[in-house]
């Protein structure tokens, strides 16, 4: 049993990018699927499938690389809110990556999405990580 899903997430990606894979599997929940889908909305990983075998379905996500450079898209994943200390975020205090060059991801009442999107539709919520 995993006490931190989101976590384990992030450092199964976190290691495939220090390793260099193309590829990496991950075990999936609605959470995860949604977080998938704005990481690749923003541009940071190549590509995603959702495999729905077994009892809780797997997620492959294909990471993004430089052709040339071979320096990948995600520089930094970093986990926010923790089981232990959840961290909240309203529009009036909401977190500047990088000062808008990164993105916060954030779980609201409208659903996942990024810092400058939850700006727009006015809401605030749980701070899940970091990407840039």
């Not at 990606?13 to 991950?26: G, L, M, P, Q, S």
């Not at 500047?96 to 539709?121: F, P």
Request: charged share 25%.
């Amino acid at each position: 049993m995993n006490t931190d899903p989101i976590a384990d997430y992030l450092t199964r990606v976190r290691n495939a990018i220090k390793a260099n894979h193309r590829v990496v599997e991950i075990p999936a929940s609605n959470l995860k699927k949604e977080i998938t889908k704005v990481l690749f909305d923003k541009g940071y990983i190549a590509n995603y499938k959702f495999i729905e075998e077994g009892p809780q379905g797997s997620i492959k996500i294909a990471l993004k690389y430089n052709p040339i450079s071979k320096v990948p898209a995600i520089r930094t994943l970093t986990r926010v809110s923790k089981p232990g200390l959840r961290k909240y975020a309203s529009v009036d205090n909401m977190p500047r990556v990088l000062n808008g060059l990164g993105i916060a991801i954030l779980s609201t009442s409208k659903g996942v999405m990024t810092d400058k999107e939850a700006r727009l539709q006015n809401v605030g919520g749980e701070v899940l990580c970091y990407v840039y």
